[in-house]
């Protein structure tokens, strides 16, 4: 239980899958019907950019850093801008993680269950959602405690699976969490984060999507020119498995990946490559 989120908060591959939970959460506010988020692995909620873990790897200066200048673009999509909001309205220097992004889309019909085993990024997490009524922070192990909340009541909502992939059975666990929620919630919306060092590792878990029943997924994938190594902090791709994508949200995020894509490279000369099949 090493993994520290602070070290990552910010960088190219928590920027794609905050966006994408941004875009599938105002897709479900369309509808006035309520609807459920659970977060599995909710991490700290909050984090702060001038940490001197922020400032080792400097991965957030290169992620959410050098798209926060596009916020005053008239031409932004829609879900790009509404994360660029959100994220400045933290203030300078904190960047809010997934189950904070989450409480600024929910209404008051909506509910949010945040799960996090860590109990020192549980205690902050707790914090950083106090006083949101419609917010629950559980102390607990995310794939342990899932199946109990499925399905919702609301038969509505999303389910965020963003794990540390610390332990080398990662992927397995993930696939095997997702494919046991799939068959008592199937029309939930399922966002699954992965790094991306094995492609053998992430055509498995697309594998055993496919093997378990899963027909509708959306498979996007952030690739830099990253030097990529064993550890996470030098991770050069990322990918979300999106199960039950809502419609039209291939094109939305195709349209923002051309304008995040040329600034998420290694360096301003190299885009990164974001593919969304
Ligand atoms: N979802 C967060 C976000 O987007 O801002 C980032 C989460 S971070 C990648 C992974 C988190 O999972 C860490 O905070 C770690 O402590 C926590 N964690 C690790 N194993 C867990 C488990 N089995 N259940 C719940 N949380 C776990």
């Not at 190219?12 to 599938?24: E, G, N, Q, R, Y």
């Not at 068959?183 to 055993?208: C, H, M, N, Q």
């Not at 994508?245 to 990946?257: E, H, K, L, N, S």
Request: aromatic letters at 6%; a positive charge; one cysteine or more.
């Amino acid at each position: 239980m090493n993994y520290r989120h602070a070290f990552h908060a910010g960088n190219f591959a928590d920027v794609i899958k905050h966006i994408a939970l941004v875009a599938v959460l105002r897709h479900l506010r369309q509808k006035d019907k309520p609807f459920c988020i659970i977060d599995t692995h909710a991490g700290a909620g909050i984090y702060d950019l001038e940490s001197t873990e922020a400032a080792r790897t400097g991965e957030a200066a290169a992620g959410i850093g050098r798209l926060l200048s596009l916020h005053d673009d008239p031409q932004l999509p829609d879900a790009l801008r509404a994360y660029l909001t959100l994220v400045k309205q933290e203030g300078e220097g904190r960047y809010p993680g997934s189950a904070r992004i989450a409480t600024r889309l929910l209404r008051p019909q909506d509910r949010l269950v945040a799960i996090e085993r860590h109990p020192v990024a549980a205690g902050t997490l707790h914090t950083s959602l106090s006083g949101i009524r419609n917010a629950r922070v559980v102390e607990a192990d995310g794939y342990e405690r899932l199946p109990a909340l499925l399905p919702p009541h609301e038969r509505r909502g999303v389910i965020l699976i963003d794990p540390p992939y610390e332990a080398e059975n990662e992927f397995t666990r993930v696939g095997e969490a997702l494919a046991a929620a799939h068959r008592r919630f199937a029309t939930g919306i399922y966002v699954v984060w992965y790094p991306i060092k094995s492609r053998a590792a992430v055509d498995a878990l697309y594998g055993e999507a496919s093997a378990s029943g899963i027909g509708q997924t959306l498979r996007v994938e952030v690739e830099t020119d990253r030097v990529s190594s064993p550890e996470r902090e030098r991770l050069a791709g990322a990918g979300l498995l999106i199960v039950n994508p809502p419609f039209g949200f291939d094109d939305r995020m195709r349209r923002i990946a051309s304008v995040v894509a040329p600034l998420l490279g290694r360096t301003n000369q190299k885009p990164a490559t974001i593919t969304v099949v």
